[in-house]
């Protein structure tokens, strides 16, 4: 019996659980690494948690401590296998950057000098006292006024 949360309708639970097909290179207690089935380069992998959990920002920190923690290997390991100049790191939050499965995942793309993949993404600049108030309301979400002062 797992002690893992199961979502019945997600992909990535099903495959986790073996009810769907994957070509998995990696699997843990907590964590599985599969093949994408829609890769953007040959040996692209999924990195997933075992646990159902809709998008990164509801890990609990053990589990985004093991899973972070075989990123290094991991990494090493496509890299070595498909020969890549490099790779990205890239997870997909929300559906504003474009998660398509609500199960939180990381994507470690192997990247190839003159593959057809479009890189980088468009910077901008900060205008005015934008950077150091952005800053301050970062800081104050981490950093909330203790509640019994
Ligand atoms: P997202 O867009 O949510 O960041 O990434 C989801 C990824 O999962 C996509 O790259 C997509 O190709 C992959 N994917 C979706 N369904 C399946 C599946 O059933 N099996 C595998 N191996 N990959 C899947
Ligand atoms: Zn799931």
């Known amino acids: 019996m797992s002690q893992h949360t199961y979502e019945p309708h997600c992909p990535f ?3 986790v659980r073996g009810e769907i097909p994957s070509s998995k290179v990696l699997e843990t ?8 089935i829609n890769p953007v380069n040959p040996g692209h992998v999924l990195l997933v948690p075992k646990s159902h959990h809709s998008n990164l920002t509801d890990l609990p920190d ?21 020969r890549s100049d490099g790779f990205h790191l890239v997870v997909n939050n929300g559906r504003a950057a474009g998660q398509t499965v609500d199960h939180g995942h990381w994507h470690i ?21 934008e950077l150091s108030q ?15 002062a």
Do not use: M
């Not at 053990?62 to 498909?82: D, E, I, K, N, S």
């Open 109 to 129: 793309i192997p990247r190839f000098y003159n593959d057809p993949v479009h890189w980088p993404w468009p910077h901008s600049q900060y205008a005015g006292d």
């Open 62 to 82: 053990l589990t985004a401590a093991h899973l972070g923690a075989l990123v290094p290997r991991l990494c090493r390991a496509v890299q070595a296998a498909t």
């Open 13 to 15: 639970c099903k495959i």
């Open 29 to 36: 207690d907590d964590a599985v690494a599969f093949l994408d």
């Open 134 to 148: 952005i800053q301050g309301r970062i800081e104050r979400e981490l950093n909330p006024p203790s509640s019994d």
